[in-house]
């Protein structure tokens, strides 16, 4: 069954985002090499536990959401099925180098939501 993995979360100005998010919930987020102004982290439990990633950067479109992120075998299998529900692929499969693929989609309600695929090799 597919799990929430990701949670995007888009910003005007990325370095005041990520100073409100590490001072509201103790984020620590870091800038891997080669994603310009995207940072990265991830949410723990209270004991430490390790939970689902995060990701903050620059806000791509002006009605750019907060968007969740749900792992998936293949994303290739899971867009047909999108749109044959109602749904809509809005940005179809991109590989993230040196971490899988991803793929944007909305449900039949608008809202967005994202598919993700984790390398395997």
């Known amino acids: 069954m597919p799990t929430v993995v990701h949670v995007d979360i ?3 100005e990325p370095e005041r985002a ?3 998010y590490e001072r509201l919930f103790h984020w620590k ?7 310009g102004d995207y940072f990265l982290s991830e949410a723990t439990d209270e004991e430490g536990k ?4 995060l990701g903050l950067g620059k806000r791509g479109a002006p009605d ?3 968007t969740v992120y749900f792992d998936v075998d293949s ?3 899971y867009l047909p099925l999108v ?6 692929v809005v940005m179809p499969r991109m590989p993230v180098p040196g971490y899988g693929a991803l793929a944007v989609c909305t449900d039949t309600e608008n809202n967005p939501f ?3 695929e984790t390398h395997t090799d």
């Not at 390790?50 to 990633?53: D, E, K, S």
């Not at 749109?83 to 809509?88: P, T, Y």
């Open 50 to 53: 390790p939970g689902v990633g």
């Open 83 to 88: 749109e044959q529900l109602g749904g809509k």
């Open 114 to 116: 994202g598919l993700w």
């Open 10 to 12: 888009p910003a005007e």
């Open 29 to 35: 987020f870091e800038a891997p090499p080669g994603y």
């Open 18 to 20: 990520r100073a409100f």
């Open 64 to 66: 750019q959401k907060i």
């Open 75 to 77: 994303i290739a299998d």
